[in-house]
């Protein structure tokens, strides 16, 4: 029995473009073989089988014979149409699908593209090679290698991130008339630390192009990181890119994406932060204007008053926060201005107690 291309990408047979390239997009970056290093050959098997299940089921021609033939028809191992598909004997001429003899048996030619190729031209990759059959728009990403050599490893460039500076833009111009429209820009993320946002920073990318000859080219681009950047500016270098047909380059345009960090987080303009607050200290509070150092993200130390007990209390209550003006995130609009600091300050229980304390603590709350 054949695959089932619609069940491999768990979509249903009236499906749109649309729904088949999200349900690809889902199904490609969850069994990509470098993210199942541990699965090996399974991996491999599954990554192809998606792409072509997608191969077949995004082209019209291809998706109409697998519909009526299956598989087997469409790879030209079957001895003829399944039942109730005599209908099709109009159909002969498909490109690249061999004909319909007189109506009778199928005769077909259709074997699978390589899964990088078509992985690389949904994620991104400009112009590519001219062997993806029939499949329109569809044109590989050449110096790919797999997709770990081909991006360098840089951190954000593949769906799955990296540890180094480079980018290749991958294959050069389709020459295929059923290529997709060109491109006009060529995008990448460029993922920056909290602390780059901050302070600012420079950062040299090594950038791969292909001209119209066919050769490969690299670049060195300087983005000059400004204080106060948010997820989401763009930083754009004029025809940076791949060569196209037209004669003109793409523009190479970097997405700033904003890494995590492992205490401070970003609200707009304002920085968040926790400071543990002693159990002691929020039961019996220290006096008043006694203060707590907190390191920055450029590397200063700053005094933090303690928080003190609501009006009618004498504790402090967990989950207290402190403002500090002015000790936020720059605000690139407005050079020379930042945001806020808000502090919460989390009480710290003990995990553990000795017998006398425990003892001492259930006498002093006690009843």
């Known amino acids: 029995m054949g695959k089932d291309y619609y069940k491999i990408l768990g979509v249903s047979k009236d499906c749109t473009d649309d729904d088949l390239k999200k349900a690809y997009k889902k199904a490609a ?5 470098d993210r199942n290093k541990d699965k090996g050959e399974e991996a491999h098997k599954k990554f192809q089988e998606v792409g072509e299940a997608f191969e077949v089921l995004s082209d019209k021609n291809k998706r109409a014979v697998y519909d009526n033939y299956g598989e087997e028809g469409l790879k030209g191992g079957a001895g003829g149409p399944p039942r109730g598909a005599g209908g099709m004997g109009g159909m002969g001429g498909m490109p690249g699908m061999g004909g319909f003899p007189g109506g009778g048996g199928a005769s077909f030619s259709f074997s699978p593209s390589d899964p990088n190729d078509i992985f690389a031209s949904i994620f991104g ?6 062997g993806m059959g029939g499949m329109p728009g569809m044109g590989g990403m050449g110096g790919m290698g797999g ?3 081909g991006f360098g490893g840089m951190g954000g460039s593949s769906p799955f991130g990296g540890g180094g500076m480079d980018f290749d833009m991958g294959g050069g111009p389709s020459s295929s008339s059923s290529a997709a429209p060109e491109k006009k820009d060529f995008e990448r993320p460029l993922p920056v630390s909290l602390e780059d946002l901050y302070k600012g920073a420079k950062k040299k990318l090594k950038i791969g192009r292909r001209t119209l000859s066919g050769r490969q080219e690299e670049n060195i681009l300087e983005v000059d990181v400004k204080p106060g950047w948010k997820a989401g500016t763009k930083v754009r270098y004029a025809g940076k890119g791949n060569e196209l047909p037209s004669g003109a380059s793409q ?3 970097f997405i700033i994406e904003e890494k995590s960090h492992d205490r401070y987080t970003r609200d707009g303009d304002n920085l968040k932060v926790k400071m543990p607050l002693p159990l ?13 150092q907190l390191s ?3 590397g200063r130390s700053i005094a933090l008053p303690l928080p003190t007990p609501m009006p009618g209390r004498t ?3 967990n989950g207290r926060t402190t403002r500090v003006a002015g000790e936020g995130m720059p605000i690139s609009k407005t050079p020379g201005r930042k945001g806020d600091l808000i502090v919460e300050w989390t009480v710290e229980v003990p995990q553990r107690l000795t017998e006398q304390q425990r003892k001492a603590v259930r006498a002093a709350l006690a009843g």
């Open 29 to 33: 970056l969850k069994h990509h073989p």
């Open 125 to 130: 990759a400009m112009g590519g090679s001219s």
């Open 147 to 149: 997709m770990p050599g």
């Open 251 to 253: 523009d190479v345009v």
């Open 280 to 292: 002691a200290d929020a039961l019996d509070p220290p006096a008043a204007g006694t203060k707590r």
């Open 296 to 298: 920055t993200l450029d």
């Open 315 to 317: 504790t402090i209550d």
